[in-house]
Structure formats: structure tokens, C-alpha cells
């Protein structure tokens, strides 16, 4: 699939089916994805290319750093859409995997990057990326949506599936993408 000479950095954003669910909260990993693919390639020369291995895409800026959008199937299912492009990049034990997705415990804009084997919080999308990876040996960016007064299962999957308004976006492309990069660019940028 593709080729690479040094240690590869692979920045993986989950969510679920777009254009449907494009701009909602549960994409905010997609979101972010786009606006590092656009720092890395800002002349736009290295397109998403469709995956034939599953329902998602990937771009090699580098031969340092590879990006998979994973929207082609729903959040729960990611380790389906994930995992068989992770297998086929070579030297896998060589690849540093980041894993960009919405954190309902974080407020809005709020930025962490945590360590392989940490906490995966509940998150369905992560948990079936380990799940079908069967380790854990990824990085969590984790980009807060905050969380609505009520934590009925109903409230909560009607809020991470609701798009984001002008200020919420304006604050994700600003300070959360600054931190974003703060956070991860030297997982690219000290190889």
C-alpha cells in the first residue's frame, strides 16, 4: 500500500458517515484531521485517496506520516475501518498511532494527547479499535464537545450526533487546533 523509509507517524481521525454526519460533534476527530492535513500539505498535494481494505481514506504527506479519515462507516465500528489499514502499513512496529476523536468529559475546545494504555473512558469508537487491534498501543487525542445537562443515553446520542454552530466551530479551528498541534506535531516533526 504505501512505502516508507523511517519510523512513521499515522494520525487516524474517527466519526461516523459523512456528508451525512459531516460538522457533528461525534466528527470533531475528523475535523481536526482535516485542519493538520491542511498545516502539513497546504498546497493541497496530496489528496485523500479511497481505501480499497474499508470504508475509509488516507493520504501520505510524507514518508514520515500518513492521515486516515475513517468516515465511511459509524464510530462504533472503527476498529472494522481502522485496523486492516493499520496492518498493511509497513514495519508496524515502527508506527506511532494517534487517534484523533470527540471526549464528552473534556469542555469544548479542550485539547489532551494521552499515552498508549490509558483510560479509553468509555469511548465506543476506541474501544473498537482495541478491540479488533487487540492491544492498546495507540495515542488518544481527545478533543472535548462538553457534555449536555442530562446524561440520559437519549440526550447525549442526539448531542454528539448535533452540529457544531459558528462560535463552537470558530473556537475548535482556533485554540483547539492550536493545541492540537502543540500537543502532536513533534510526533512528525523530531523524527
Known amino acids: 500500500m504505501l512505502r516508507f523509509r523511517r519510523r512513521l507517524t499515522c494520525f487516524t481521525g474517527i466519526g461516523n458517515p459523512e456528508p451525512k454526519y459531516a460538522g457533528t460533534r461525534h466528527n470533531v476527530g475528523l475535523i481536526i ?3 493538520l492535513k491542511n498545516r502539513f500539505d497546504a498546497e493541497q498535494i496530496h489528496p485523500y485517496k479511497v481505501s480499497s481494505l474499508s470504508p475509509a481514506k488516507y493520504c501520505q504527506i510524507s514518508s514520515q506520516l500518513v492521515m ?3 468516515d465511511g462507516d459509524y464510530m462504533n465500528l472503527s476498529g472494522k475501518t481502522v485496523v ?3 496492518n ?3 514495519h508496524r512496529d515502527h508506527v506511532t498511532h494517534v487517534v484523533l476523536h470527540d471526549e464528552l468529559s473534556l469542555p469544548l475546545g479542550k485539547v489532551q494527547l494521552r499515552k498508549p494504555g490509558t483510560s479509553l473512558r ?3 469508537g476506541l474501544k473498537s479499535i482495541q478491540n ?3 492491544n492498546d498501543n495507540f495515542y488518544r487525542l481527545s478533543v472535548g464537545i462538553g457534555r449536555p445537562p442530562q446524561r440520559d443515553s437519549t440526550v447525549v446520542s442526539d448531542y454528539v450526533l448535533s452540529k457544531f454552530d459558528e462560535r463552537e466551530l470558530e473556537i475548535l479551528q482556533t485554540k483547539s487546533f492550536k493545541t492540537a498541534w502543540e500537543r502532536i506535531g513533534h510526533l512528525v516533526n523530531n523524527k
Open 88 to 90: 498493511r502499513l509497513p
Open 84 to 86: 486492516p489499514m493499520w
Open 122 to 124: 468509555g469511548h465506543n
Open 68 to 70: 486516515i479519515r475513517s
Open 132 to 134: 479488533c487491534w487487540r
Open 33 to 35: 484531521l482535516d485542519l
